[in-house]
């Protein structure tokens, strides 16, 4: 995939029918911990309700068409050094290295937005072995297995835990 085409962005309500046609594929859904989007107009409101006023959520694009999200929660308090990262990118763009470029942009620019962190963390469930290349082709490094730790979709589920750091580098 050629890099330039790949770009991250805030959301957009113009981004409603793209954003519904990769979120309704219960295969992207099936690890996240928002459930599938069923309708346009359920589409809109994610996007006007959720996506849009998080605090860091980009839509990554291709050709400025949104395939996918990233997102970055910053953690408030004495954790605030701390930040948790999730993603997803429809089906159909699986395998192509689109989410390992638009991890590495978001880890570029989440770093100079909040100066106060130090630390991205990523959980993965232990079945997800397409999401575990892409955070370590990123650069992340695997920390360790938490047995029955994450709750998603009705089960509690085995996860791994990646981290990066700030001084870490990009590769």
């Known amino acids: 995939m050629d890099s330039s085409r790949i770009s991250i962005r805030p959301f957009r309500l113009s981004d409603a029918n793209d954003f519904f046609s990769w979120a309704k594929d219960d295969r992207l859904t ?3 911990r928002w459930n599938t989007i069923t309708s346009r107009e359920e589409a809109l409101k994610y996007l006007k309700d959720v996506a849009i ?3 860091w959520r980009r839509s990554i694009c291709l050709d400025d068409h949104s395939i996918g999200y990233i997102s970055i929660r910053p ?6 050094h701390r930040a948790h990262v999730g993603y997803g990118v429809g089906v159909e763009y699986w395998g ?3 989410v ?3 991890l590495k942009m978001a880890i570029s620019s989440v770093f100079k937005e909040f100066s106060y962190l130090v630390r991205l963390e990523a959980l993965v469930e232990e079945e997800n072995k397409g999401s575990q290349r892409v955070l370590e082709k990123a650069g992340f490094q695997k920390e360790g297995f938490l047995r029955k730790y994450g709750f998603n979709k009705g089960e509690i589920r085995d996860m791994y835990i990646y ?3 700030s001084t870490d580098k990009i590769v």
Do not use: N, V
């Open 30 to 32: 099936q690890y996240l």
């Open 53 to 55: 006023p998080h605090p």
């Open 75 to 80: 953690e408030s308090g004495d954790d605030q």
């Open 96 to 98: 192509q290295g689109i």
């Open 100 to 102: 390992t470029m638009a």
């Open 163 to 165: 981290s990066f750091l």
